[in-house]
């Protein structure tokens, strides 16, 4: 898969509304917890039910969150573009993922782990203020 063009991660979370107003040293910081991952098209990224171990902050393409009811039915649920996270549900919460998330087109994520949520937490609580607010505005969307 050809990687498509993107913000550096430090750029691209400095236009993140979760990030915004931190200092250029904890943005850097939080940069370099970010693991690069590109992914085709089609791929699923994770599945509902599937632990959830990290959050993911699309760099570049759009993602489609489904859920499955007890029936067996998927409806899907939000599009997920660039400077959006996903993910941080089941890191919050610790519960297992509450839906599947798949890219709609090849996209560039950025991985951050729940060793580096937790963290952040510790050291930037604010920040998990802004991600909570963040994930409550795209539920009431």
């Not at 649920?77 to 798949?102: C, D, H, K, Q, W």
Request: charged share 25%.
């Amino acid at each position: 898969m050809k990687e498509p063009f993107s913000l550096p991660a430090e750029a691209l979370l400095k236009a993140v509304p979760a990030f915004a107003g931190l200092e250029s040293k904890d943005i850097d910081r939080i940069g370099a917890m970010l693991e690069r991952r590109a992914i085709a098209g089609g791929t699923v990224l994770f599945r509902q039910g599937q632990a959830g171990n990290s959050l993911y902050l699309v760099g570049h393409g759009r993602l489609q969150v489904t859920v499955t009811s007890p029936d067996g039915t998927e409806r899907i649920v939000a599009e997920v573009g660039r400077g959006e996270t996903v993910g941080e549900m089941a890191i919050l919460t610790g519960e297992p993922r509450s839906a599947t998330v798949r890219a709609m087109r090849d996209s560039l994520l950025y991985r951050l782990s729940r060793a580096a949520c937790e963290e952040l937490a510790e050291t930037q609580p604010k920040l998990v203020w802004k991600i909570a607010a963040e994930l409550v505005r795209r539920l009431a969307r």
